[in-house]
């Protein structure tokens, strides 16, 4: 499996992906916003764009379906429930997206940014998992427009947190300077991101490192809801949080606060 991530450079952070074949150069454009340069990449590497697979329904992530399809003739995937035009195969939780000949994906049901999102798994020696805005780098989404912080909450204590170390995170959009900065705040002697913090600092995008889970577990404040610096410091922005409150708790409190940051 070949990945090839695209940086939007634009006012949302957005990063694109290609996932291609090596096989057959046959491609997957997940999320193509940046349709030209996903089309302009892909050509200059001999791939075939044979279909776009969105995470969910947000404009910044369906907004180059149009032109992508219109170019090369692609099938568009999504989660079955999507309100996204011109759906041809809607996916469900354990489905798999194949890609030419070795590539293949398992689609993992994910709501919370929105009720219908999904991530892709890859498995084998080179895990590897696209997130869309389900979790960030050293953070997760938000739940302003249309999703629950409960069931990102279940999604993430569920699904992403049972997943190994080893799992490569390829997020939709790159915010990991703010995200790591939010994780000094809430844990001040975290010093997995006070390492990283001042080295990717002012080198977002194209440079941004790819993070695995294992050192999410280290500076992502969403993966480590018990720590009890972080429940101190917590209950000081919400004084009616229990001393000993249950991870739940912690993750929606940690998400309210992250909302107005």
């Known amino acids: 499996m070949i990945i090839h991530r695209l940086w939007a450079a634009n006012a949302l952070r957005n990063f694109n992906y290609l996932i291609a074949c090596p096989d057959t150069g046959e491609a997957l454009a997940i999320d193509p916003l940046e349709h030209a340069a996903c089309l302009r990449e892909a050509k200059a590497k001999g791939w075939r764009i044979t279909q776009v697979l969105n995470t969910h329904e947000h404009h910044d992530h369906i907004g180059g379906n149009a032109a992508v399809i219109a170019a090369t003739g692609a099938r568009l995937l999504a989660h079955h429930k999507a309100n996204i035009d011109g759906i041809d195969l809607g996916l469900k939780a354990g489905d798999v997206v194949r ?19 999904v991530c892709l798994l890859a498995h084998g020696e080179a895990p590897a998992l696209f997130t869309g805005d389900t979790l960030f780098n050293a953070g997760v989404g938000n739940c302003r427009h249309g999703g629950d912080p409960h069931l990102l909450y279940d999604t993430c204590a569920q699904q992403i947190a049972r997943l190994g170390d080893g799992v490569r995170i390829y997020p939709g959009h790159d915010y990991l300077e703010r995200n ?82």
């Open 99 to 117: 890609v030419g000949k070795r590539v293949e994906l398992e689609v993992l049901d994910t709501p919370g940014h929105t009720l219908t999102h």
């Open 180 to 261: 790591l900065a939010f994780t000094l705040d809430r844990e001040p002697d975290n010093a997995a991101a006070a390492a990283l913090l001042p080295r990717i600092a002012g080198h977002g995008g194209d440079e941004a490192p790819v993070t695995s889970l294992g050192e999410e577990r280290m500076f992502n404040s969403f993966f480590r809801l018990d720590r009890p610096v972080l429940i101190r410091r917590l209950r000081e922005a919400f004084p009616d949080l229990p001393a000993n409150p249950d991870e739940r708790a912690v993750f929606l409190h940690l998400r309210s606060l992250r909302d107005r940051w």
